[in-house]
């Protein structure tokens, strides 16, 4: 009786898959130098909105909150970001969706001694970034920050 070449098969296929990778690795690494890959785009987007949050809780001392609460909120959209595939857009988009992601981390995991309407302390932060943009983020805009800045673009 013969064996079917279950091995030979194996081989083969894992052969071809890393094949495969290798090659789209290699062609979009050749088409896409100097340009940051999506993950530092983020990185650095993530980075700019615990700065501006921070920024925010310096000038307005008498919010709750501190650069912890920031670091938490940021470190919370990162995980969101990798383990449920949410977008940079669905996150901090725009002020909007920054409210948003703002009042679902908050009500997912409120830090200690967050206020009773973490929507309204959300909401000023939000209000406050949109009116002090330039400020933290350095652009003009926040399209300009999140689809057309430097980010997006590699430099």
Known sequence: MRRPAGGAGAAAVVAVAVGGT???LALSGGTNRGAPS?????????????TGCQDWLRTNPSQPG???WCDAMAQWMQQHLGRYGAGPQALWGDPSALGAACGQWMAEGPPPGAPARPGAWCGAM???MSAHLGQWS???SWSD??????MMRGG
């Open 22 to 24: 290798s090659l789209g």
């Open 66 to 68: 501190t650069a912890q």
């Open 38 to 50: 999506g993950s530092s785009v983020q990185a650095a987007q993530l980075a700019s909105v615990r």
């Open 138 to 140: 350095g652009r003009g």
């Open 145 to 150: 920050w999140t689809r057309d800045g430097p």
């Open 126 to 128: 939000t209000s406050w």
